[in-house]
């Protein structure tokens, strides 16, 4: 456990607006509520998508994401409750357990299967998507998978449970730390009355997804409920958020530096381009984009 420094924010940036997330089915039928959708990637650049995933029925989750393909971002998968082993098509593969991350930078091309390793109790978690620049969308992809208990943990003066999986919190440092788009990801427990404050620099995009409970932000008196997404409106003068518990609540707070670029997407597929799109769909008919997801480092 790290010991956390003390903050207090002079002024906390406010809700833009509460968004209601899309329940959806993706990979061989797993259900999920989709909460970060396409319209909203140049709003919430540099991230692309968040799908929240939980149920305690098998027949939601269990067919899992047979094999599949990424090119030209990072994908971040926090398993909440649950076991899912992830394979690659060159021979790599790992367990993602209660608590744990796998983060793969899928660059210029990976084939990936990930599927539950249970098939009973309660799977639940998150995958945010998170782009890369331009100039590195066609790097060597690689992955690293951090198990629950490498992820730093604090408890602030008020009570506050944190988890950073990314970023820097309180001073300390989360697991993962990515150049160019800065990502804060954190996973936040507060109990009932408690308050947060976390830092968050003035020119990176921010939203809050409450998955339990309620939470006030920003000195708003209206809170924010169960499976809504908040996102945070961008206040030059803002120096990060302020959260309130109204209840025992359970978030994650998260945060990047936008690339600015263009974003086009076809699938699981972001370049910055229609010509990339299509150079790619190219290789994947021709079997040159598995020969290069055949690289992978992990």
Same mark, same amino acid.
């Given at each position: 456990?790290?010991?956390?420094?003390?903050?207090?924010?002079?002024?906390?940036?406010?809700?833009?607006?509460?968004?209601?997330?899309?329940?959806?089915?993706?990979?061989a039928?797993?259900?999920? @509520?989709?909460?970060?959708?396409?319209?909203?990637?140049?709003?919430?650049?540099?991230?692309?998508? *968040? /799908?929240?995933?939980?149920?305690?029925?098998?027949?939601?989750?269990?067919?899992?994401?047979?094999?599949?393909?990424? !090119?030209?971002?990072? @994908? +971040? @998968?926090?398993?909440?409750?649950?076991?899912?082993?992830?394979?690659?098509?060159?021979?790599?593969?790992?367990?993602?357990? /209660?608590g744990? =991350?796998?983060?793969?930078?899928?660059?210029?091309?990976?084939?990936?299967?990930?599927?539950?390793?249970? %098939?009973?109790? !309660?799977?639940?978690?998150?995958q945010?998507?998170? %782009?890369? #620049?331009?100039?590195?969308?066609?790097?060597? #992809?690689?992955?690293?998978?951090? &198990?629950?208990?490498? +992820?730093?943990?604090?408890? /602030?003066?008020?009570?506050?449970?944190?988890?950073?999986?990314a970023?820097?919190?309180?001073?300390?440092?989360?697991?993962?730390?990515? $150049?160019? @788009?800065?990502? *804060?990801?954190? /996973?936040?427990h507060? &109990?009932?009355?408690?308050?947060?404050?976390?830092?968050?620099?003035?020119?990176?995009?921010?939203?809050?997804? =409450?998955?339990?409970?309620?939470?006030?932000?920003?000195?708003?008196?209206?809170?924010?409920?169960?499976?809504?997404?908040a996102?945070?409106?961008?206040?030059p003068?803002?120096?990060?958020?302020?959260?309130?518990?109204?209840?025992?609540? !359970?978030?994650?707070?998260?945060?990047?530096? $936008?690339?600015?670029?263009?974003?086009?997407?076809?699938?699981?597929?972001?370049?910055?381009t229609?010509?990339? +799109?299509?150079?790619?769909?190219?290789?994947?008919?021709?079997?040159?984009?598995?020969?290069?997801?055949?690289?992978?480092?992990?």
């Amino acid at each position: 456990m790290n010991a956390p420094e003390t903050i207090t924010l002079t002024r906390s940036r406010k809700v833009e607006r509460l968004v209601t997330g899309v329940p959806t089915s993706d990979g061989a039928g797993v259900k999920l @509520t989709r909460v970060l959708t396409q319209p909203l990637q140049r709003r919430l650049d540099p991230f692309l998508m *968040l /799908d929240a995933f939980g149920s305690e029925s098998a027949s939601d989750y269990i067919a899992g994401f047979p094999p599949h393909p990424h !090119r030209g971002f990072e @994908t +971040i @998968t926090y398993m909440l409750t649950g076991r899912m082993r992830h394979r690659d098509s060159a021979g790599h593969e790992g367990l993602v357990e /209660d608590g744990g =991350v796998q983060w793969m930078s899928a660059a210029r091309g990976v084939i990936h299967s990930e599927m539950p390793e249970q %098939n009973e109790g !309660r799977m639940e978690g998150f995958q945010l998507w998170l %782009n890369l #620049p331009g100039a590195h969308k066609m790097d060597a #992809p690689w992955y690293r998978d951090i &198990p629950g208990a490498a +992820i730093p943990e604090f408890v /602030d003066a008020g009570g506050a449970t944190v988890r950073v999986i990314a970023g820097e919190s309180h001073g300390v440092a989360g697991a993962m730390q990515r $150049p160019d @788009t800065e990502p *804060l990801y954190l /996973d936040v427990h507060l &109990p009932a009355g408690s308050r947060f404050e976390q830092r968050i620099p003035a020119g990176h995009n921010a939203f809050v997804y =409450v998955y339990r409970g309620e939470v006030a932000l920003g000195g708003d008196q209206d809170g924010v409920g169960e499976r809504r997404m908040a996102i945070l409106a961008n206040d030059p003068d803002a120096e990060g958020v302020v959260v309130q518990a109204c209840r025992d609540a !359970r978030l994650i707070i998260v945060a990047g530096k $936008p690339l600015g670029e263009p974003i086009v997407q076809y699938g699981p597929f972001v370049m910055n381009t229609r010509e990339e +799109i299509e150079a790619t769909l190219r290789e994947f008919r021709d079997g040159s984009f598995e020969a290069q997801a055949g690289s992978l480092a992990g």
